[in-house]
């Protein structure tokens, strides 16, 4: 799901709550943001509203340190970006791996909100947000070796990422206790079973 205006004003309309990640393709607010989360540490967030909170976890040989905040701007902020509705916080992630005896490695996320200011809550997000990610991609990688694709002329890569990600989706509404793999392959076999896939609503 992209960072978008009309996906913000969707959520908050329906009576939900959205935390979306900010990428560099939106250096205006993406910038904004990181300048708000520089001055705050350099004063330690002073006379700001700001939670934070950390989390480790050790996997498979993995440290993995990630440091949540999550900052309320000032009215004057807010009041500059009345196209993200129900903005009220932003959020910043900071995420520090160190496998075995190798050099650590880190990288920081930026997110608007329209969460108060809860950091717990912002991070339980974040966190659900990475478990769907990790999964989906661990789907594409093993399961459709998406990998090892090699199409690369015109829109021919990003057409066949949207039909995987929509046979994974209907795929993942099929009770069947079976893999993905198979159930690809039952797909092939099977047009009963391949006609009961395609009427399903893509979620």
């Known amino acids: ?17 959205y935390v979306l990640a900010l990428k560099q393709h939106q250096p205006t607010l993406y910038s904004e943001v990181q300048t708000l989360f520089e001055a705050g540490l350099a004063t330690d967030f002073r006379g700001l509203k700001h939670q934070e909170c950390q989390t480790k976890d050790n996997d498979h040989g993995r440290a993995e340190t990630r440091s949540y905040h999550l ?55 974040v966190r659900s947000h990475w478990g769907i990610e990790n999964k989906l991609h661990w789907v594409l990688d093993v399961s459709y070796r998406e990998d090892e694709n090699r199409c690369r002329k015109d829109h021919t890569p990003e057409n ?44």
């Open 71 to 125: 900052l309320r701007p000032r009215t004057e902020w807010l009041a500059q970006h009345p196209e993200w509705k129900g903005l009220r916080t932003v959020g910043m992630v900071c995420r520090e791996r160190q496998a075995g005896d190798a050099a650590p490695t880190g990288e920081v996320h930026f997110y608007i909100s329209s969460l108060t200011l809860n950091v717990a809550e912002f991070a339980r997000a």
């Open 1 to 17: 799901m992209g960072c978008q205006k009309e996906l913000a004003a969707q959520i908050k309309d329906q009576g939900a709550d």
């Open 160 to 203: 066949l990422a949207w039909i995987r990600r929509m046979t994974v989706s209907l795929l993942a509404q099929d009770g069947t206790k079976v893999g993905v793999t198979c159930k690809r392959k039952m797909a092939g076999w099977d047009d009963e079973y391949l006609l009961s896939l395609a009427g399903r609503d893509i979620v």
